[in-house]
């Protein structure tokens, strides 16, 4: 949920619920999209809770593990939280591929799911087409979001400030002679993704290969599917047929994850 869309924690805790622990991962998840690392009146101040209930909380968090307090007595998101996060990512894998399975039925290409983690991509599963030439990414495989589909639709709504310092970071390498390598080209490239409700490699990750992508809406976390498969069976007339399939599978994905139950496919 985007900070913007952040309540805060100072109403009481919904009915059933402890409030002491909604408003611990409030907190956390707060940390996360202050990028991890912030001080007690930053928290103070988004939250709407006082200085000593932040404190007492943080100090539990910190005996667990899930923070640490910095030199500079600031706070950061701990080790403890990347076991639960990388169990999670298999999780969300595992529920994902009956939607893949069915797109893989529908399209007769390979379906895969990716995450941006940090800076990077990380495909979490993969359903691969039944074909003798097809394409194969290696499940939790970290790749560059520039040169990918899955990039370009994780990215396609970010700010251009935020897209520009994370390719700064990142640098943006070619992979073939059709990657973008440059910032503005990026942007072009997601303001038609923006434009047109899909995101397209085409032979930028690897020759003779097209990738069509589409995010899952109001993910927990920043997540897309995608179709890919050899250029001369991905044609401009088969991706018209295709992105209807991954936008609908989206949706159920989508609705399937809001719904705090494993998705049933």
Known sequence: MPPSERKTTSTPAASGGVQSLERAFDLLERMAD????????????????????????????????????????????GPRLIRLGESASRLLGTWARPYLARLVEETGETANMALLD????????????????????????????????????????????????????????????????????????????????????????????RCIAVPIPDSPTAAAISVSGPAGRVTDPATEKIVPLLQDVARELSVALASNGSPTG
């Open 34 to 77: 202050a990028g991890g690392e912030v001080g007690l009146s930053e928290l103070s101040s988004s939250s709407g809770l006082p200085l000593p209930t932040i404190h007492r909380l943080m100090r539990t968090l910190v005996a667990c593990g899930y923070v640490r307090q910095q030199p500079n007595r600031r706070y950061a998101l």
């Open 118 to 209: 940090g800076d990077e991509v990380v495909y979490v599963a993969q359903v691969p087409s039944r074909h003798s030439m097809r394409m194969f990414t290696e499940v939790g495989r970290r790749v560059l979001p520039h040169s990918t589909g899955v990039g370009k639709a994780l990215m396609a709504h970010m700010p251009d400030v935020e897209v520009r310092a994370l390719l700064a970071r990142t640098g943006m390498p070619a992979a073939t002679d059709r990657t973008l390598t440059t910032p503005e080209g990026f942007l072009g490239a997601l303001e038609i993704t923006r434009d047109r409700g899909f995101a397209l490699d085409d032979n930028e990750q690897e020759i003779g290969v």
